[in-house]
């Protein structure tokens, strides 16, 4: 996934679907609401069907974002069992931290990986404490794949 620029300097993403059609996000130029689009382009650069596309807000971006998150992870989307990241994220912290005394308690042959972790929980706190939602979800996607 790569950010670049429109010609009118306006930052998207694209990412290439099963059926290699484009899909874009893109932030809009609206100026009375902060907002992205979501487009789905064919190979040939046409829209699909027709169909107008998304037009966000942020909550509604990350209304979006948590029901992409819950299917990629597999879970149901019943809404009793989808949860957000500022519930997961301490959880994982938490359960890093387990492991970072596991592999300290093991002695010379953990303390690599008792660094590594102890970093990326260094990232995660910083995350939490300031550096936004996107910095959140890196600590949180790194933290995740901690064993």
């Known amino acids: 996934m790569k950010m670049t620029h429109t010609n009118r300097g306006f930052a998207k993403i694209e990412v ?10 893109q ?10 689009w979501i487009f789905c382009d064919d190979p040939n ?3 699909q069907d027709g169909k107008p596309s998304p037009h966000l807000d942020a ?15 597999n879970a149901d989307y019943e809404e009793d069992n989808m949860s957000t990241l500022a519930e997961q ?17 093991i002695g010379p042959a953990g303390a690599f990986g008792a660094a590594m972790i102890e970093h990326a929980l260094q ?7 300031g550096g936004g939602v996107a910095a959140m979800i890196r600590a949180y996607e790194e933290l995740r794949t901690i064993e």
Not at 123 to 129: E, F, P
Request: contains cysteine; hydrophobic residues 45%.
């Open 16 to 25: 290439t679907d099963t059926r290699g059609c484009i899909c874009r996000v």
């Open 27 to 36: 932030r809009s130029s609206a100026a009375c609401v902060d907002a992205v």
């Open 45 to 47: 650069g046409a829209y």
């Open 59 to 73: 909550d509604q971006a990350r209304e979006v974002a948590r029901a992409l998150l819950a299917f990629a992870d």
């Open 89 to 105: 994220l301490p959880k994982e912290q938490a359960r890093c931290r387990t492991l970072l005394a596991e592999y300290r308690a």
């Open 123 to 129: 990232r995660a706190d910083q995350a939490v404490l």
